[in-house]
């Protein structure tokens, strides 16, 4: 196997338009909620029913995640090992979304359920869009 053919296979070159473009969708929304998360913890706890320290690390999660998707956008090359990690992890985000909101369903007010699933709802989008933009950068 040549060093090209093996760059082909596991890199995303010029065909990763769609792709870069849906990891920084993703790292917008993620660094948008997680900065919410960060800095309204406290007044929105309640109405959600969840509670300021998971808020607050959810926040510091998705604020650092947030940044691991710009770096990994602006790479002139983005590894498809990069590119598949963020697919199958919101996957597994969704997932465990699904499976909060079963969880805490007596303690998740109806508008922290729609928070929820409105948040998992979006990751599954940006899933499917990554998912897409691997395909078609093959």
Known sequence: ???L???RITAVRDGGRMLRFALRLDAAGSGVL???GLAAAAPLADPLGMTTGGLRGTGAFLVAYALALV???ARP???RTAAWTVVVGNTAWVLGSLGAVVAGRDTFTALGVAVVLAQAAAVAVFADLQWLGL???R
């Open 77 to 79: 090359v983005i590894p």
């Open 34 to 36: 997680g900065l919410v």
């Open 71 to 73: 770096l990994i956008a």
């Open 135 to 137: 395909r078609r950068a």
């Open 1 to 3: 196997m040549t060093a």
């Open 5 to 7: 053919s093996l760059t």
